[in-house]
T-cell receptor, first 113, second 110 residues
Framework: EAQVTQNPRYLITVTGKKLTVTCSQN?????MSWYRQDPGLGLRQIYY???????DKGDVPEGYKVSRKEKRNFPLILESPSPNQTSLYFC????????????FGPGTRLTVT | GQSLEQPSEVTAVEGAIVQINCTYQ??????LSWYQQHDGGAPTFLSY????GLEETGRFSSFLSRSDSYGYLLLQELQMKDSASYFC???????????FGAGTRLAVHP
């Protein structure tokens, strides 16, 4: 089954404790992206990757890191999480030329206390 | 700047037709996408308009007018399962990203 998977689905952590949210897709898509979703703000892009070893900042990259060492994986790293990073996070992928159609993972609800 | 505007909430009855409007502002533009998101779920792609006009996919249709920087999603024969949030989104010219509107919450009542 073609899908994007994320882990964990739910995470409660404390300020400053490094964490990684994993994302994997099995559709051989070139493009992958991370979004955060906050009430009333829609989906805002954090980072994206056009292909292996090619990443770039989105609209809200502060406090986040990403890497793309393999085509299928695109982990999101929070080196020192803060309460303002409490949010719902989605990973998405799409074929390189069809950014208009993105396939989303199930989401990770993160709470930072 | 680059932005989209859509109504925050729309209410309709089962079996009716509802239109969700979206206006956008950008200096370059590839096309307009629509996504559906049920509570607790992930956004799923519904439709895309690269050119002006109407695209139909079953009960859902989407329209784009580039000259008016305007589009809409039309949902016909509404069902209770259509209760969800709907987002319009576009890829700005020269950028490798989608910008999403804040979403329209559709409530379908019996």
């Amino acid at each position: 089954e073609a899908q994007v998977t994320q882990n964990p689905r739910y995470l409660i952590t404390v300020t400053g404790k490094k964490l990684t949210v994993t994302c994997s897709q099995n559709m051989n898509h070139e493009y992958m992206s991370w979004y955060r979703q906050d009430p009333g703000l829609g989906l805002r892009q954090i980072y994206y990757s056009m292909n292996v070893e090619v990443t770039d900042k989105g609209d809200v990259p502060e406090g986040y890191k990403v890497s793309r060492k393999e085509k299928r994986n695109f982990p999101l790293i929070l080196e020192s999480p803060s309460p303002n990073q409490t949010s719902l996070y989605f990973c998405a992928s799409s074929p390189g030329q069809a950014l208009y159609e993105q396939y989303f993972g199930p989401g990770t609800r993160l709470t930072v206390t | 700047g680059q932005s989209l505007e859509q109504p925050s909430e729309v209410t309709a009855v089962e079996g009716a037709i509802v239109q969700i409007n979206c206006t956008y502002q950008t200096s370059g533009f590839y096309g307009l996408s629509w996504y559906q998101q049920h509570d607790g779920g992930a956004p799923t792609f519904l439709s895309y308009n690269a050119l002006d006009g109407l695209e139909e996919t079953g009960r859902f249709s989407s329209f784009l007018s580039r000259s008016d920087s305007y589009g809409y999603l039309l949902l016909q024969e509404l069902q209770m399962k259509d209760s969800a949030s709907y987002f319009c989104a576009f890829r700005p010219g020269g950028y490798n990203k989608l910008i999403f509107g804040a979403g329209t919450r559709l409530a379908v009542h019996p």
